[in-house]
Every structure is written in C-alpha cells, then in structure tokens.
C-alpha cells in the first residue's frame, strides 16, 4: 500500500476537495465555502489524507468550547474500502479531544448505512432524529454523539 499522510488542509487542496465534494455529495459545498473555512472560520479544523502524494479523503469540523460539530467527510471514490475514512476521522477526533473538545456530534442521512457503521464503530451513537433535513430530497438525518472521545479513541488506529 502506498504512503499516506494526514496533515491540515491548505488552500492548495482545495481542487481535489472540491472535485470530492461534487463526487460525494448530492448539495455539495462550493470551493470558496471551503476557503472560507480554512482561512477565515476560526473554530474550524479540516485535515487531508494523502496517499501517494494525493489526497484522497478529508474530514472537517467546527470546535466550539467542549463541542466537537463534525461538518464534512468524504473519501474519492477510487480510494474507497482502504480505511480511510476512519484514519481521517480518528485524527480529526484527537485534534479535538487534544483541544478541549468532551464530545463530537454530527448528522448522517439515514439510507447511509456504511457511513453510520464507521460512526458507530468509533463510537458514535444515535442521539436523535432531524425529519427533512437534507434539502436536496427531504431526507432525514440521523443525530449522532459521542460522548466519550478519550475512551473511543484508545480502540481507533493511530493514523
């Protein structure tokens, strides 16, 4: 398998980002909403996993006191069922256990069964439900907590 690295996203990431965006999901986000991420949002953290010198797969959140709110994970679709999502996903975790977050949320459509079991299996739970809350179709999201990041995280590979 070739190298990978995970480090924070840059600017110049955000064409191969961006391509995953399209590539993943159906109200993807737009390059500048990502700029602004990375250079302007103060609270949030994104990361990049490189494989072979390209990246691959990235994982965002914003972290507001002892809240982690993961925002964003997607893997290129030529790189998928190689664990990275879960490497991207376990490092975002440590930045923001290592910097002061007790506990991560997101959302997740319901039909995204393999999303959901990578979830749950660092540790995520399902917290609640948000009827209708994807745009694009009506879909509902799942509410999903973890509540138990250090603990979560001593089970997790180390990226």
Known sequence: MPERSIRPME??????VSEMERL?????????????????????????????????????????????HIT???VHPDFRRRGHARAVLSALMRLALGEGAE??????????????ALYQGLGFKKAGLRKGYYEDNGEDAIVMVNDRLGRALGSAPAP
Not at 33 to 52: C, D, H, K, P
Not at 103 to 116: C, K
């Open 72 to 74: 964003n994970v997607a």
């Open 24 to 68: 993943c999901f159906a109200t993807p986000w737009s390059k500048d909403a990502m700029e602004y991420e990375i250079t302007q949002n103060g609270l949030a953290r994104y990361l990049v996993l490189e494989e072979g010198g390209l990246v691959c797969a990235y994982a965002g959140a914003w972290l507001v006191f002892e809240e982690g």
């Open 103 to 116: 506990f991560m949320d997101l959302e997740v459509r319901v039909s995204n069964g393999a999303a959901i």
């Open 11 to 16: 600017a110049r990431d955000l064409p191969r």
